[in-house]
């Protein structure tokens, strides 16, 4: 049986206190009275003080005494539902341990009813769920004690003194740009005004530093309470961190912004992409009726066909351009493979910006190193598009007189492929080094004019660098205010070996001696778009039967001989029957060519997955329009 000390008789004999017995450093519980385990069931010497209490070492006075014999504090006590004084007095305990004698009594004010105490619990209890840190304040008195503060992130005072001394040390721990704000705020005089104004609270968010030596964003808010005892101004203060939430505001503003910012670069491109559209169509429109006031002129009638094709492209460019970036935001854009000409499609290049460039007086330089191979495997669409986008830059930015000049080199490159280099330089307006950070930002545009032929969508650039970076290349550039700009293009192809001399001149010139009277069925429901495929076939000496919907096709077909056509043109979008459903009744006929008639879809249609699901149902190849007839041409040798 354990030899009970005369100091725990001594204890034991206190009536009305609830008394326990903790050591110094350790915290460890070596003692625990009767009154005190009733409250708390639980608590058994042995025990770790702030384990059983939850607390940090911060509601026991014995945990600051900061040496001094005894220290006395008041607190509204969950424990034991109500007001206390709780007391500790330096003690040397049983076998010389260093210890503290903790006790705790009712304070004189605590004549509550039960339904008072329990609404103060919960009342501190939900504070405590929004505020790390809960101090009571009375300004009379120029006192404070700390309610709740365990979680609390900088305890730069004790939990209980002057409310001048907690002011000074919250004023040092601030960051310096909130200091002075905080002092004339918070200050005991500041307040005492504001309450004797009339006003009732006071808000500040600001920067403290936090026990891990950083700062942090604090909130803090005062607000006056009733005084029930006496004439004193009471007040409670309450502070949290805020760190998350300032983190969310700034997400929200830096969002706010770019959303502000993206609607009004998307205005600004729609303004623009409606003048892109209308000044084509109005060189159209224009050199048509020149032309046709011409026609005993043919120079002059060949001249504004010229200009007509120029602004024709120019026009589907800026289409294309709208089209490709809404591929490229939703990553449905796909990277074909196929043999191409490099040289013809740069030479295709030189030709569309020569017309270009000579109504600005610029000089054009386009060369192909020797080193170049004819043929490559790739993207030949994709690399023209990065290339006409970068020509059609270096156009627009020049001003009259000025030079551009493009150049390809062939580089080695890993395993079976090699680098195409291309270079585009100028010497025109260049670009400021704020512009240059958003260059390929989609809609952006710098804030100038000067020299542009075109206004441009803000899409060119962009799409330019995604579908490099899709292809598996670089793109790099280097621009001087009024010195002008240069891009370098890097992208990687596999090497074909042949010579296409022949091929080329059989293409280019000699189009009547490929066919010879086969017969192709196109099926459109546009009287326009008929005649002009319709008079590319006949040059061709192809025979042409037409069909205005699907369903007349199908049956056109199934009236037909078998191999009585050797291909069917078939539009998609047509009233009656579209495109799609009469590829699906021409493919299930139970005749020997319902299944291998070649069905090549020539239509507007450029949706993400088109032409996958053409192919999936059928059908051959996928043109959309316009459709240029050297292409046109190529994909029918391929099926007749």
């Not at 005072?157 to 907690?166: Q, V, W």
Request: hydrophobic residues 35%; proline residues 3%; aromatic residues 8%.
């Amino acid at each position: 049986m354990k030899k009970i000390s005369q100091l725990e008789r001594v204890l034991d004999g206190i009536a009305g206190a609830s008394i326990f017995v903790t050591a110094q450093g350790s915290h460890e519980i070596l003692y625990v009275n009767e009154r005190l385990k009733n409250i708390k069931h639980s608590i058994q010497p042995g025990d770790i003080c702030d384990e059983v209490w939850k607390c940090d070492h911060k509601h026991c006075p014995a945990c600051s005494m900061e040496g001094k014999e005894s220290c006395t504090i008041t607190s509204y006590d969950l424990p034991f539902g109500k007001f206390v004084d709780i007391s500790a007095v330096e003690v040397m305990w049983e076998d010389r341990i260093p210890a503290y004698v903790v006790s705790v009594c009712s304070h004189p004010i605590e004549k509550l009813d039960q339904g008072t105490i329990l609404r103060r619990m919960q009342m501190q209890v939900a504070l405590s769920q929004i505020y790390t840190m809960v101090i009571s304040i009375n300004l009379t008195q120029n006192t404070y004690f700390m309610v709740e503060y365990a979680d609390f992130d900088s305890h730069c005072a004790p939990i209980s003194g002057k409310f001048d001394d907690l002011i000074a040390a919250g004023a040092k721990s601030m960051h310096p740009d909130y200091r002075e704000e905080f002092l004339n705020k918070f200050s005991r005089d500041s307040l005492l005004k504001l309450y004797d104004s009339g006003g009732n609270s006071r808000y500040m968010a600001h920067r403290q530093r936090g026990d891990d030596g950083n700062y942090h964003w604090t909130d803090t808010h005062v607000i006056r309470v009733e005084n029930p005892y006496g004439e004193d101004v009471m007040q409670i203060s309450l502070s949290r961190n805020i760190d998350e939430r300032k983190k969310m505001e700034e997400q929200m503003k830096t969002a706010l912004e770019a959303a502000k910012r993206a609607n009004r670069a998307k205005t600004d491109f729609i303004s623009r992409m409606s003048h892109d559209i209308r000044t084509p169509i109005n060189a159209i429109m224009g050199m048509s009726n020149i032309a046709s006031t011409n026609l005993r002129n043919p120079e002059k009638v060949r001249d504004c066909l010229e200009k007509m094709g120029l602004s024709t492209r120019f026009l589907l460019s800026k289409i294309n351009d709208i089209l490709d970036m809404s591929k490229l935001e939703s990553g449905k854009l796909a990277i074909a493979e196929k043999k191409f000409y490099v040289r013809e499609l740069i030479q295709e290049l030189k030709e569309m910006f020569s017309l270009q460039t000579e109504e600005k007086n610029q000089t054009l330089e386009i060369s192909v190193d020797e080193h170049v191979a004819d043929a490559y495997l790739g993207d030949d669409l994709r690399l023209n598009q990065i290339l006409f986008n970068l020509l059609s830059n270096a156009v627009s930015y020049t001003l009259e007189g000025g030079r551009i000049s493009m150049k390809a080199e062939q580089l080695p490159g890993k395993g079976d492929e090699v680098l195409l280099k291309v270079t585009v330089s100028d010497n025109g307006i260049g670009m400021s080094e704020e512009f240059q950070k958003v260059l390929f930002e989609p809609f952006e545009q710098e804030c100038s004019t000067e020299g542009r032929v075109f206004e441009g969508s803000g899409l060119g650039l962009p799409i330019t660098r995604s579908l490099v970076q899709l292809m598996g290349g670089t793109i790099r550039f280097k621009s001087k205010r009024k010195k002008g700009t240069t891009f370098v293009v890097e992208l990687p192809f596999k090497l074909l070996k042949e010579d296409r001399k022949e091929d080329i001149q059989e293409e280019e010139y000699d189009f009547s001696q490929v066919f010879q009277g086969q017969r192709v069925l196109v099926v459109e429901d546009n009287e326009i778009n008929l005649e002009i495929v319709q008079t590319f076939l006949e040059s061709w000496n192809l025979e042409v039967d037409a069909a205005e919907n699907g369903l007349i096709a199908v049956e056109k077909f199934k009236n037909s001989e078998p191999g009585w056509y050797q291909l069917v043109l078939m539009d998609i979008r047509m009233p009656v029957m579209d495109g799609l459903t009469a590829t699906r009744e021409i493919r299930a006929l139970e005749r020997e060519d319902a299944g291998t008639v070649p069905i090549m879809a020539l239509t507007a249609n450029v949706s993400p997955g088109d032409s996958q699901h053409a192919k999936k149902i059928g059908m051959n190849e996928y043109l959309t329009k316009p459709v240029e007839m050297k292409l046109l041409h190529r994909k029918i040798k391929e099926f007749i």
